[in-house]
Each structure stands twice: as structure tokens, then as C-alpha cells.
């Protein structure tokens, strides 16, 4: 079956510290996967995604992902975190066509300390 | 700059009555989505739509329905609202073809008093 696993709930960085959000995924084909952003209250904004090539893809506002096919992850980064970046995170996989549906996982609120 | 357009931000209805939320996509998408979100229990999906006057159950259909009269409008009903269907909820938007994910509209929040 297909599944996202995102292990963190929350989590709290210092503002300027790196960040880094996990995301595993089940998926019996090739997968393609997104990260997307919402800031309270908002839709969601979709991030980045990965449909193949590179392994490391770039987004908006800084944000980076790492796709690792032997690990099943698919993880976020940042090397410099705003007060601004505070907001919840998910994380997305699904196929090559809009068929196939994407499945969410549960999200990580990411809170920025001073 | 495409988008999808939920047509409240904020909502208050009473126990038993009817309830429209109304979401219009301008970038011609095939498919549309309805999702809740609440808390500790991320994104559900209530009903989608591949086309036109389809409509397919998601995960959590009871107490909803749907409709999809022209391609851009998806609209979801609440037929008796119920104080456990406070939430808020999500529409998306998406391409058959090719999977580049979905675009989200900025949320209804409905609170059933």
C-alpha cells in the first residue's frame, strides 16, 4: 500500500540553523514526490517535487530536497531557517498521471526559535 | 498566476442545515479534489473528480456530497451539518496526464454551532 511517514510532529529550530524534515515513503512504482508548505490559516504551496534525474531538487524560498531511492526518503532542507519558515510541512507522493492520487502524510509543524 | 478559488475563508452554520462550499479552478485541470483537515489527523479526502459530472468516494465520504456541473466548479455539500464536521477543508486542483501535483485553494474554515 502506499503511505508517507513523516516521524517528527513538531519541531524547533533556532532562526539561522539549518533544518532538515524526514519523510519516508511506501510506493510500488516510480514515485513521484512533493513537499509542500502551510502557513496557519492557508492552503497549501507546493515547495518542490521529484520526478526523476537529479536527485537533489531545488524550490522556492530556499528549500532543497534529496531523493533517496535505497532509503525510500525524500527529506526537506534548509541551510539557514527564518522566522518566517515557520508553518507546517507535508510531504507527497504519488504516480506519473493525476490517476493516480497523491497520498499525504500527517505533516510537521515547524516552529523557529529567536 | 493560476489558481483556485475557495469561495468563503470563514463559515458558521447551525446544526442541520445545508451547507455549500464552492471551489473554481481557472487552469482548465481535468481533476478536483475535496479534503478536511483537522488536527493530528492531517489531510482526509472526502470526494474527487476526474471529469465532469463524475465523482468518486475518497476516504471519508459520509454526511457529503458533491457536485461537478462544469469543468471548472467543484462544489461540496454538507446536506445536514453536524457540529463533528467543523473543519477546515481543503479544495485542490490537478492535470490527468501528467502528474506535476496538486494546486490548493486557501481553505474554508466552517465551524457548526
Known amino acids: 500500500a502506499q503511505s508517507v511517514t513523516q516521524p517528527d510532529i513538531h519541531i524547533t529550530v533556532s532562526e539561522g540553523a539549518s533544518l532538515e524534515l524526514r519523510c519516508n515513503y511506501s510506493y510500488g512504482a516510480t514515485p513521484y514526490l512533493f513537499w509542500y508548505v502551510q502557513s496557519p490559516g492557508q492552503g497549501l504551496q507546493l515547495l518542490l517535487k521529484y520526478f526523476s534525474g537529479d536527485t537533489l531538487v531545488q524550490g522556492i524560498k530556499g528549500f532543497e530536497a534529496e531523493f533517496k531511492r535505497s532509503q525510500s526518503s525524500f527529506n526537506l532542507r534548509k541551510p539557514s531557517v527564518h522566522w518566517s519558515d515557520a508553518a507546517e510541512y507535508f510531504c507527497a507522493v504519488g504516480g506519473a498521471t493525476g490517476f493516480q492520487k497523491l497520498v499525504f502524510g500527517t505533516g510537521t509543524r515547524l516552529l523557529v526559535s529567536p | 498566476d493560476v489558481k483556485v478559488t475557495q469561495s468563503s475563508r470563514y463559515l458558521v452554520k447551525r446544526t442541520g442545515e445545508k451547507v455549500f462550499l464552492e471551489c473554481v479552478q481557472d487552469?482548465?485541470?481535468?481533476?478536483m479534489f475535496w479534503y478536511r483537515q483537522d488536527p493530528g489527523l492531517g489531510l482526509r479526502l472526502i470526494y474527487f473528480?476526474?471529469?465532469?459530472?463524475?465523482?468518486e468516494k475518497g476516504d471519508i465520504p459520509e454526511g457529503y456530497s458533491v457536485s461537478r456541473e462544469k469543468k471548472e466548479r467543484f462544489s461540496l455539500i454538507l446536506e445536514s451539518a453536524s457540529t463533528n464536521q467543523t473543519s477546515m477543508y481543503l479544495c485542490?486542483?490537478?492535470?490527468?496526464?501528467?502528474?506535476?501535483?496538486?494546486?490548493f485553494g486557501s481553505g474554508t474554515r466552517l465551524t457548526v454551532v
Open positions: 485542490a486542483s490537478s492535470w490527468t496526464e501528467q502528474n506535476y501535483g496538486y494546486t
Open positions: 473528480s476526474y471529469d465532469v459530472k463524475m465523482k
Open positions: 487552469m482548465d485541470h481535468e481533476n
